[in-house]
C-alpha cells in the first residue's frame, strides 16, 4: 500500500472489471531478487522472533517488565513477516491469489503488526526512563503485571483502531487479452484515504519516535553526565543501580532497537508522504522492493541485536536449542520424575538466577562495599 493506484490507465467495461491490454509482467530479474531476499529475511526473521518468545515464556528469570514488550514487539514482527512479507512474493510473480478475504485479513494484519511494533518500542522505551531516571517509582511501576497489562491495552486499542482496513480495501479483476490480473488495493480514492496515511504516519512513526528521542536523552543525560557523590549512601545505592553493567548494557541494546526502527522505516514513510503530493504517484519497482526489504528487515533484526548485545538472550538462546536438540535426539520416556526433570531444566530455568534488577543490586552493594574496604584503608594508613 505505497499510495499509489494499482492499476494505472485502466478502463471500466462496463460490470465492475477493467479490460486493458497485454497483462503487465514484473522483469525476471525482479522475481528472482524478491524471492530470494523475502524468502532469506523472512525465514530467519520468523525463527528468531519465535525463538525470542519461547526463550522468554519458557525460562522463568526473563520474565521481566523489558521482556513483555520484547516479546510483545516479537509477535507484532511476527505478523508483519507472515502477513506483509510472505504475500509480496505471489504478488511479484503472479497475481493476488488470497481472495476477497484474504485482501482484506491480510491488510488488517499487516496494518495491526506495525502499529503494535512501533508502540511496543515506545512502551519499552518509557519503562527504560522510569526505570533509570526515577528509581524509587520503578519499583512500583515497573512491574511484570503492570506491563502485561500495558501490553494487552495496547494490542486491544490497536486491534480496534486496524479494523477500518476492512472497509477500506477490496479485489478488482482487470482483464488483459491474454489473461486476468487480481489485485488488493484501495476501493476509495487517494484523496479519501490520504488523511489516513498522515494519521497513521504521525501516530505511529512521528510520536514514537520523538518521544523516544526525548526520553533517551534524559536517560543519556543520567547515564553519562550525572557526578558521583563522594560519601556512599542511600542515593548512590541507587544512582549505582541503575548505573551498574545489565542495566546500562539492556539501555544501550534497545536504544539500538529503536534506531534501526527509525532508520528501516524512513524509506517507506517517506515514500509514502511524497507520493501523496505526487501525480502520478513514484512508483519505481526497485525503490518499492528496497522500501519494503527495508521493513521486512526492521522485523526480523530485532532477535539478531538481542544475541549480540545480551548476554542473557544469547545464554537463553543456546539453552533453548540445546534442550531442543537434545529433547529430538532423545524422547523422554513417559514417566512422571523424568518429565518433570527435564521440563524444569530446559523450560523454566534454575531457580537461583537473579533478576537483571536483583543483579544490579548485588553488583551495586558490590562495589560500595570495595568503596568502604578501600576508604577504611587509607584511613587505617593516615591514623
Not at 520416556?333 to 524444569?344: D, F, G, L
Request: net charge positive.
Amino acid at each position: 500500500m505505497e499510495n499509489g493506484s494499482a492499476s494505472p490507465g485502466a478502463v471500466p467495461d462496463g460490470s465492475g472489471n477493467q479490460t486493458l491490454g497485454r497483462m503487465p509482467r514484473q522483469p525476471l530479474e525482479l522475481q528472482v531478487v524478491t524471492i530470494l531476499l523475502v524468502l532469506l529475511i523472512c525465514g530467519v526473521g520468523i525463527a528468531g522472533n519465535v525463538m525470542v518468545v519461547l526463550v522468554v515464556l519458557r525460562t522463568k528469570h526473563m520474565v521481566t517488565p523489558t521482556n513483555c514488550y520484547l516479546v510483545s514487539l516479537a509477535v507484532a514482527d511476527l505478523i508483519v513477516l507472515l502477513a506483509a512479507g510472505l504475500p509480496n512474493i505471489s504478488d511479484v510473480v503472479a497475481s493476488w491469489v488470497y481472495g476477497y478475504a484474504g485482501c482484506l485479513c491480510i491488510t488488517y494484519l499487516q496494518y495491526l503488526g506495525i502499529n503494535i511494533s512501533a508502540w511496543s518500542i515506545t512502551a519499552f522505551t518509557v519503562e527504560r526512563y522510569i526505570a533509570i531516571c526515577h528509581a524509587i517509582k520503578a519499583q512500583l511501576l515497573c512491574t511484570v503485571s503492570r506491563a502485561k497489562r500495558i501490553v494487552s491495552s495496547l494490542w486491544l486499542f490497536t486491534s480496534v483502531y486496524c479494523l477500518m482496513w476492512f472497509f477500506l480495501v477490496d479485489t478488482t479483476q482487470v482483464t488483459f487479452s491474454d489473461g486476468a490480473q487480481v489485485t488488493c488495493g484501495y476501493r476509495v480514492s487517494r484523496s479519501l484515504y490520504m488523511p489516513i496515511y498522515f494519521l497513521d504516519f504521525a501516530v505511529f512513526y512521528v510520536i514514537p519516535l520523538g518521544l523516544a528521542t526525548v526520553l533517551y536523552g534524559l536517560i543519556a543525560r543520567i547515564l553519562f553526565m550525572s557526578p558521583l557523590p563522594s560519601t556512599p549512601h542511600f542515593s548512590t545505592i541507587c544512582l549505582f543501580l541503575f548505573l551498574s553493567i545489565p542495566s546500562n548494557k539492556v539501555t544501550k541494546m534497545l536504544a539500538v532497537v529503536v534506531v534501526l526502527f527509525a532508520l528501516l522505516w524512513m524509506p517507506y514513510r517517506t515514500l509514502v508522504v511524497v507520493n501523496s503530493f505526487m501525480d502520478p504517484p513514484y512508483l519505481n519497482i526497485w525503490f518499492l522492493l528496497f522500501c519494503r526489504t527495508c521493513i521486512y528487515l526492521n522485523s526480523a533484526i530485532n532477535p539478531i541485536i538481542y544475541n549480540l548485545m545480551s548476554q542473557k538472550f544469547r545464554a537463553a538462546f543456546r539453552k533453548l536449542w540445546e534442550c531442543e536438540q537434545k529433547s529430538a535426539e532423545n524422547p523422554v520416556p513417559h514417566s512422571a520424575p523424568v518429565y518433570y526433570s527435564v521440563t524444569k531444566d530446559c523450560s523454566h530455568g534454575s531457580s537461583d538466577l537473579l533478576t537483571e534488577q536483583e543483579e544490579s543490586y548485588v553488583a551495586a552493594r558490590t562495589m560500595l562495599g570495595k568503596r568502604q574496604q578501600k576508604s577504611l584503608g587509607i584511613a587505617a594508613s593516615l591514623s
